[in-house]
């Protein structure tokens, strides 16, 4: 059965959840303060890069079961359900900001003319629902009822639009069977075709998305904890974590070491979790996560490490050129936001040396966010007189790349692969020295000598 439905914040989230919604059959509303956004997603462009959004937004806005407004009152006097997707960035302290929640909660409840159920999205501290519904029934007009609903977004960059298509599970946190119920309506088609359904309570929701981010942040700090002891001992990391993965307790997913973590989510999820038990009077259950947290900075301090290593140093100040290839956090994805790839480049910028980056996708906001750099058209163009190649986001076209050309192309035959996904044997045979995190590089042997082992100590 159609629903009409309210999309609230046309971000990342919201701009895919309102495609999905339309997509799924739904007539939909997104809304959004931006004017200039509200008139680009009408017209089917977007601001960021997300494959296949596109061409859905367009499907959808044609016939009208899709349009953008910045009406808080007109989403409220045609949506019978209403979304909340606006961001909840990471303030000083590493606790969510809600300031934007409570702007939609505080413009969109008095406009409200009859019963209806609010649903969250945002990723938030655990025990946010609660504590708006004293805000909302005081600004709910008389004689309407506004339930509250938690439904936490599992998105992958990248792969959005399949992602709210065909969720791998979804979570309903909910205080009514009523609101189940309309949120399984709304959620039919993938429910009918095999999505698994938690059903929970709001806090247990809340709790969801910041616990499996923390889970997966723990995951890939622990393989790189373990590369660590690796690049001491001679172990190799990538042997180490086919062979864990094997351990069907344990899986493959997620054990690939190398410069770390980053994005919008994992870091700030990890903050935030640690931020709200401290608050709760319950640090020391999270104690953990600090180490987590610190292990994935160690990653980029040794990339930073290695590469300044090769660079010539005068009284504390590099000179050299560097190209760094990637620049968002990972492939499939234009988002910068605590990119590893972009940190690195911007910590061997203020340390002397000339960097240039170039991604396939993240070029703009790379460039918005971090302007001292300089940027390539091409991978080629990148590495023209490089004396160190730095490779930091996992992009099929890197994996491509024909090392004679780049190698042509840079002054210096150095190859650091941060993310440990480059086939070293072609780069080995274009004459690089390659070195990775964690892994073992063999080196093909000349004529009459032994097998030796060369970089795999970052």
């Not at 997509?23 to 956004?37: F, M, N, P, S």
């Not at 977004?153 to 309903?172: I, K, M, Q, S, Y």
């Not at 393989?223 to 993965?245: K, Q």
């Not at 995190?437 to 000598?449: I, N, Y």
Request: proline share 5%.
């Amino acid at each position: 059965m159609s629903v009409r439905i309210s999309v609230i914040g046309t971000g990342y989230l919201g701009a895919t959840h309102a495609a999905g919604m339309a997509e799924l059959g739904h007539d939909v509303i997104g809304v959004d303060t931006d004017e200039a956004k509200v008139r680009a997603l009408a017209s089917g462009q977007l601001p960021f890069f997300e494959p296949g959004l596109p061409e859905l937004i367009a499907k959808h806005v044609a016939p009208g079961k899709l349009r953008f407004t910045t009406s808080l009152a007109e989403a409220a006097d045609f949506a019978d359900i209403h979304f909340v997707c606006v961001g909840t960035p990471q303030g000083e302290s590493g606790a969510a900001d809600l300031s934007h929640l409570h702007a939609v909660i505080d413009g969109l409840v008095p406009a409200l003319g009859r019963n209806t159920l609010v649903v969250g999205k945002s990723t938030v501290p655990v025990g946010t629902a609660q504590s708006l519904l004293p805000r909302i029934a005081a600004l709910a007009p008389s004689g309407v009822d506004v339930e509250v609903a938690w439904n936490p977004e599992f998105l992958r960059e990248g792969h959005a639009v399949h992602d709210t298509l065909h969720p791998n599970r979804l979570v309903l946190g909910v205080s009514s069977p009523g609101a189940e119920w309309a949120l399984r309506n709304v959620y039919a088609t993938p429910i009918a075709e095999g999505s698994p359904v938690v059903v929970s309570n709001l806090p247990t929701a809340e709790l969801v998305k910041v616990s499996a981010n923390a889970f997966l942040a723990t995951k890939i700090s622990f393989i790189n904890a373990m590369a660590e002891l690796c690049e001491l001992t001679g172990a190799d990391v990538a042997s180490l974590a086919d062979a864990l993965g094997h351990d069907d307790r344990i899986g493959r997913k997620f054990l690939g070491a190398g410069l770390g973590y980053g994005g919008g989510c994992l870091p700030k999820d990890v903050r935030a979790l640690i931020a709200r038990a401290e608050e709760l009077g319950s640090g020391r259950s999270v104690e953990f996560l600090h180490g987590v947290d610190a292990i994935n900075a160690r990653r980029r301090d040794r990339v930073v490490e290695e590469a300044l290593s090769v660079l010539r140093t005068v009284n504390g100040r590099a000179f050299g050129r560097v190209a760094v290839l990637g620049a968002s956090f990972k492939p499939l994805s234009d988002d910068v936001r605590d990119s590893p790839a972009l940190d690195v480049a911007r910590r061997l910028s203020r340390a002397g040396a000339w960097v240039t980056v170039y991604d396939p996708q993240a070029a703009v906001p790379a460039r918005s966010a971090a302007p001292e750099l300089r940027y390539a058209a091409n991978a080629v163009a990148a590495c023209r007189k490089a004396d160190v190649v730095l490779h930091l986001t996992e992009w099929a076209e890197f994996r491509d790349l024909d090392p004679r050309r780049l190698r042509d192309a840079a002054r210096g035959r150095v190859l650091i692969d941060g993310r440990n996904s480059l086939d070293p044997s072609s780069w080995l045979a274009a004459g690089w020295d390659v070195r990775t995190l964690g892994t073992l590089v063999t080196q093909e042997p000349k004529a009459g000598t032994q097998p030796s082992l060369v970089g795999g100590r970052v």
